[in-house]
């Protein structure tokens, strides 16, 4: 007989590790204990099949994450071998994390539907294996006590089947069923109680009648309506061309969006669920939903939607966030029907407290547009040294990174840091990441603009807690996020402040995070006249560009007065409020000003998602680009004879489409040369692709095709997004490297 003391370190709780421990040991006659220590787990075991025992334990539960396992001999004294017991937690050390929450699985929703099993209808059934984790949880270690499911005390048959190891849901913390657990309340949208026996199907029929609902999910409020009443619901929101994600039964799939390839089913149905931007079958079809050529979709991932469309006549549900874009996910039934009563019209909430906020994540092509739920908090093994550092992001699409003992996280989804509720969420959740982590940050790690809100906070927290600040600029920051390597570094996006103080957003960045990247590309140097204007008015935009007659005569045909054509031509020319951008999105943004096919932009990154809808449909036709020499010597891809070329096609009748895709794989291909000359200038043979702008399908391919061809490596990051959602890992990435080399 063998016996041991095993420490299994890594994600250990909120994935039924100690339950699963206790069966193996049952099954193998192991004598002996388990117990939480904060992100590990400590057994104590003696048995005949002690190695076979081990060997099992280091498989771990399948939502686990193992990062080792230590064993240390015990004498059989040391061991109580009367049975083997799962003891209370204890607090210890915290260098895994509480898993993200999980979608439904197979079997808790057989339950659900099954009418012979106690949890039948049961919006709120989970098990060790599926369910709430992060959105309830307050502390560690990770038990019920601890998360909002305290204020549910199990009935004796949920407490039954917590105590038997038998049970899939033997030490399953958010064990409910419809006598003890959460409970449903349907509203009208000034918060008066609608009498009905049966919540959910009610809620159904009101939205087969055309009723809009504020739904209260996992991580906080969607908005919920059929098909048929999503323009009166992008009316109500303002929102009146943004796309609407949708949720659908998997039957329902071929109907709207082409086939999905073997990768994207299986994570469309995996334990994320996420928000899939998938190709419509006719990409003119269900405009009211979107008017680009893809589709949001995703698949019903809790009891309580599931239940829904057992009883929807409809086959589809708009299932958007109650939030305004870029803002945190409203969590209060009070919020909705105080400031969203000319919205909603029936409010479905419960009564379990969501005590983190976390929005759907998104995702394209298998690569990751936002990380949320399912998804976030994203643990990371990665050697940064001993100091412990916290990133607090960059200003849009933000979030926080933590860096504790050789393991980065990242938090979920929090938005534009550009208003106070944003700034508040940045704060509450760098307060919970330091918490469930344990970690006191000695290095605060920032986007290299002044102005941020975010780096305003970084001073503040730096002076609280006597931290080093660590100023990290915006594009070094994502291809940091992407590898630690030597590359040609490419970097793609809408804003980013630059070394210089202008917007960069089209850059080549040559080097490492420790020894620094040079700018060896860029874009062609233009103009935005009217700063933030031409963002939203990308007719200035163009002008920027293609400051000319022709542009002006383009504009007086579009509507434009003469004193405003004069006021943009003086502004322009004397640069007063011209910002210089080398910006990848601005230059899509003139170029679907220039088709006309977007002329003010009413959310985030419309005109060059437009832009990549008529692309889609056309056929790009040869253009030969130029890159000159500019300053420093650095390589400039001269945006402005794209577009010129672009505007000669129209004067020659090329259709919008067809001139839509020569432009835009016309950039691609220039971003890709300027890469490749740095790549021969400099002997690096591996390049690292990040920015939001890569998200568009077309240009990605074309980069990495081009680069591919010439015999580059390029390097993309699977883990994390394309835009900012990786800048706040690629800050703490940068920290790091820099302290461990004493340069910080």
Not at 539 to 565: C, F, K, N, Q, V
Request: charged share 20%.
């Amino acid at each position: 007989m063998r016996c041991g003391r095993i420490i299994v370190r890594g994600i250990v709780q909120g994935v039924g590790f100690r339950p699963f421990v206790y069966a193996a040991a049952v099954r193998l006659g192991i004598a002996g204990s388990v117990i939480n220590h904060g992100s590990e787990v400590e057994i104590t075991a003696c048995g005949d099949r002690f190695d076979e025992f081990c060997r099992e334990v280091s498989k771990g539960p399948k939502m686990s994450v193992i990062d080792s396992v230590t064993v240390e001999p015990l004498s059989e004294g040391d061991v109580d071998t009367s049975g083997f017991f799962i003891l209370p937690s204890a607090d210890g050390a915290r260098t895994g994390f509480i898993p993200a929450d999980i979608a439904t699985c197979d079997a808790c929703l057989a339950d659900i539907m099954d009418p012979s099993s106690r949890y039948y209808g049961y919006w709120a059934t989970s098990c060790t294996d599926c369910g709430p984790r992060y959105s309830i949880i307050r502390a560690v270690p990770y038990d019920r006590e601890r998360t909002s499911m305290e204020a549910f005390s199990p009935c004796n048959d949920c407490l039954t089947e917590y105590q038997s190891p038998e049970n899939r849901r033997h030490h399953a913390q958010t064990i409910a069923c419809r006598d003890c657990g959460p409970k449903l309340s349907l509203l009208t949208s000034s918060g008066e109680p609608v009498v009905t026996d049966d919540p959910i199907k009610t809620t159904a029929e009101l939205l087969d009648a055309g009723y809009i609902v504020a739904v209260r999910g996992v991580g906080g409020y969607h908005i919920c309506c059929i098909e048929e009443q999503a323009g009166r619901l992008k009316r109500l929101l303002g929102r009146p061309h943004q796309s609407l994600a949708v949720m659908m039964q998997p039957e329902s799939l071929a109907e709207y969006v082409v086939p999905l390839t073997d990768a994207e089913r299986e994570m469309l149905t995996g334990p994320v669920h996420p928000i899939m931007i998938l190709d419509k079958v006719d990409p003119e079809a269900h405009r009211e939903l979107s008017e680009l050529h893809n589709l949001g979709v995703m698949l019903p991932y809790t009891g309580l939607h599931h239940l829904l469309f057992t009883h929807l006549q409809h086959p589809l549900l708009v299932m958007t966030s109650a939030n305004a874009p870029g803002t945190p996910m409203i969590t209060k039934t009070s919020y909705i029907s105080e400031r969203m009563g000319d919205v909603a019209e029936y409010i479905l909430s419960h009564d379990r407290e969501i005590v983190n906020r976390c929005d759907d994540s998104v995702v394209r092509d298998g690569y990751i547009i936002r990380l949320s739920r399912g998804l976030a908090p994203l643990r990371t093994a990665m050697d940064l040294g001993d100091r412990q550092i916290l990133g607090v992001g960059p200003e849009l699409n933000a979030n926080a990174t933590i860096y504790k003992g050789g393991f980065v996280v990242t938090s979920p989804h929090i938005g534009n840091i550009r208003n106070p509720p944003t700034v508040a969420y940045l704060e509450e959740t760098i307060e919970k990441l330091t918490s469930l982590t344990g970690a006191k940050p000695g290095i605060i790690a920032h986007d290299l603009h002044p102005q941020f809100l975010s780096t305003r906070l970084a001073h503040t927290l730096a002076e609280e807690w006597g931290a080093v600040l660590c100023p990290v600029q915006h594009h070094r920051a994502h291809i940091a996020s992407v590898t630690t390597e030597e590359v040609v570094g490419i970097a793609i996006d809408g804003v980013g402040y630059g070394d210089d103080a202008t917007i960069w957003g089209g850059e080549i960045l040559t080097g490492s995070p420790g020894e620094g990247y040079t700018r060896t590309g860029h874009l062609e140097q233009v103009l935005m006249p009217g700063g933030d204007l031409a963002t939203k008015f990308p007719e200035r935009m163009l002008y920027g560009i293609l400051p000319d007659a022709e542009t002006l005569s383009l504009l007086s045909e579009r509507g434009w007065d003469d004193t405003s054509l004069r006021v943009l031509e003086q502004q322009t020319e004397k640069r007063f409020n011209c910002p210089a951008t080398t910006s990848t999105g601005r230059v899509l943004d003139a170029a679907a000003a220039l088709l006309g096919i977007c002329r003010e932009r009413t959310y985030d990154g419309e005109p060059s998602m437009v832009l990549e809808a008529y692309a889609a449909r056309g056929t790009p036709q040869p253009l030969e680009v130029r890159i000159v020499s500019g300053r420093n010597g650095a390589d400039v891809l001269l945006t402005s004879e794209i577009l010129r070329e672009g505007r000669a096609m129209i004067k020659r009748g090329v259709s919008v489409p067809y001139t839509a895709a020569t432009m835009q794989t016309a950039l691609a291909k220039g971003i890709a040369e300027l890469a490749l000359r740095s790549a021969e200038k400099t002997g690096i043979s591996t390049a690292a692709l990040s920015g939001g702008v890569a998200i568009n399908r077309s240009i990605r391919e074309t980069i990495l095709a081009e680069l591919a061809d010439a015999g580059v490596r390029c390097l993309t990051n699977p883990r994390y997004p394309f835009g900012d959602g990786c800048i706040s890992c690629g800050q703490v990435i940068t920290a790091g490297i820099l302290a461990k080399e004493g340069k910080l």
